[in-house]
């Protein structure tokens, strides 16, 4: 029997639920390709899976291995694949409509709708850390269609989602207020955006900046931000927020990330043109995925967490 080392969950819970254990390579289905991990990025979303919240939309088998980001390289490919071939370097959201086998592994098996070719410029740790926060960055602009000249207001700019909002936006031509805690203002100016302090006064200090309000807004935090967002916004509808479904009752968008390869590869393509840089603020082995959804679980990540997973 081929194993691998992965991390597996038993059963719902905190960090404590995680271990390394040796388990059966994944099989490979027809259209899917064999990815040995170099790199497996961290996502709030990944705790949350084990604690269970998102029991009641998916489907969730254990044991279970964690994780939907992912860069490797292609071990074996399935039976009708031609996007792919042994050999190629590849990053990709595997996010698929069951919940078991996921990236914090030495292999797995990746639908070729969730990945694309890995960004030539960027290490293993930085094209992990891209997939599911920068398609959710694309995604949640183009649900309030920002366009060049226009001014964004981005909510939690520093985290993975953030980080990557603020530079895609940049480079669609926007000007760009984002909020962070201070200690992440410099941050936030490395990216190109005009940082705020959230809390209460927040419409006020963005007023300051654009006394006109702003044209569009994006919320990866949650709490009052679309509320706030709508005082500022010239249109209240163009508003998207990916943590608070009540923003559709309020007439914006609610967005849930899907993989998809022709955005992912555009991605790709702003970070080998030097538009889209991916912040690594703690790259930890596999053996301490624990750690990582200790620290994911803070809030307080500046850019990506990513665990770095041996070869074999
Ligand atoms: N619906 C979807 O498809 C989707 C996709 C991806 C993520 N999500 C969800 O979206 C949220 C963000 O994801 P992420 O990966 O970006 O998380 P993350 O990287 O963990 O975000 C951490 C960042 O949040 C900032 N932050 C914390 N509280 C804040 C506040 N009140 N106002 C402004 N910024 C604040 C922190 O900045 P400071 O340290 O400066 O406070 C930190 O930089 C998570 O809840 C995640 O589960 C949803």
Known sequence: MVVMHAITVNRYGGPETLELTETE???????????RVKAAGVNPVDWKIVA?????????????????????????????????????????????????????????DAPVRTLAHKPASLTWQQAAGVPL??????RSLARVRVAAGETVLVHAAAGGVGSFAVQIAVAQGARVIGTAS?????????????????????????????PEGVDAAVDYVGGD??????ELLKDRSRVASIVDPEVT?????????????????????LCDAGKLRVHVEHALPLTEAAEAFRLSQSGRTRGKIVLEVGTR
Do not use: C
Request: aromatic content about 10%.
């Open 225 to 230: 931000a679309v509320a706030v967002s709508q």
């Open 249 to 269: 009752r309020r007439g914006g968008h609610h967005v849930w990330v899907r993989p998809n390869s022709a955005d992912l590869a555009e991605l790709g393509r």
């Open 52 to 108: 269970g919240y998102l029991d009641s939309i998916m489907y969730v088998h254990f044991p279970l291995v964690p994780g939907w980001d992912v860069a490797g390289v292609v071990e074996a490919v399935g039976l009708d694949v031609p996007e792919f071939s042994v050999g190629d370097e590849v990053f990709g959201y595997v996010r698929k409509d069951e919940v078991q086998h996921g990236t914090y592994a030495e292999l797995v």
């Open 182 to 210: 201070e200690r992440n203002h410099d941050f936030l100016r490395s990216l190109g955006a005009e940082p705020v302090t959230y809390g209460d006064g927040l419409v006020d200090r963005v007023r300051q900046l654009a």
């Open 25 to 35: 390579d994944p099989k490979l289905g027809p259209d899917s390709v064999l990815v």
């Open 133 to 138: 926060a920068g398609l959710t960055a694309w």
